[in-house]
């Protein structure tokens, strides 16, 4: 009998794997950007398959979002920044989710959306959240209303991290073409 590793573990190797291979390729500012879109990318494909957010990919892609800040050479919007788009990206959802399992005593939002937009918070500052939250939680809306008209009460459960991954995207390109965020 095989036993099988933590899915997250995949990822998290997937994502050391593409810095490592992009380290003497670019500058490290630009290794960091690629592991943090293959820690993203991994977090999307699991979530979409498992409905789940490990910790051993969101809690590491916090962390470096938050000690990328400390050098001039990989910083982003500086750590001040970096903490209130944590806060500002995380707060509200860590919210809603208190609040529904108080209200239902059950779990309507994980915890592990919680830790990727503060992950995404810490990365890009405040000024990416807004939008991205816009455009996630319109996709998701999108998506369900699609899903019920399929199968009419059903109650099937929509994972929303890739959700949450596409309208960071989104919003992290606006911000790129628009000048929005002067790190892009």
Do not use: N
Not at 17 to 40: K, Q, R, Y
Not at 98 to 112: E, H, V
Request: proline share 6%; hydrophobic share 55%; glycine share 12%.
């Amino acid at each position: 009998m095989t036993k099988h590793l933590p899915i997250g573990l995949y990822g998290l190797v997937g994502a050391m794997a593409a810095g490592l291979i992009c380290w003497p390729l670019f500058d490290m500012a630009t290794a960091l950007w690629v592991v943090w879109g293959a820690g993203l990318l991994a977090l999307a494909l699991i979530d979409a398959r498992t409905g789940f957010l490990p910790d051993v990919l969101t809690l590491p892609l916090l962390a470096l979002g938050l000690l990328m800040q400390f050098w001039p050479e990989t910083q982003t919007v500086g750590i001040e920044a970096s903490l209130v788009g944590m806060l500002i990206g995380s707060l509200p959802f860590w919210l809603m989710a208190t609040m529904y399992r108080w209200r239902t005593g059950k779990d309507g939002l994980g915890l592990g959306d919680v830790k990727l937009v503060a992950a995404m918070g810490a990365w890009s500052g405040p000024a990416a959240i807004p939008l991205a939250m816009i455009i996630s939680a319109t996709l998701g809306l999108i998506w369900g209303a699609t899903m019920e008209s399929r199968k009419p009460w059903s109650r099937r459960r929509i994972a929303f991290g890739p959700f949450l991954v596409i309208g960071y995207a989104a919003s992290v390109l606006v911000s790129w073409y628009s000048g929005w965020l002067p790190w892009i």
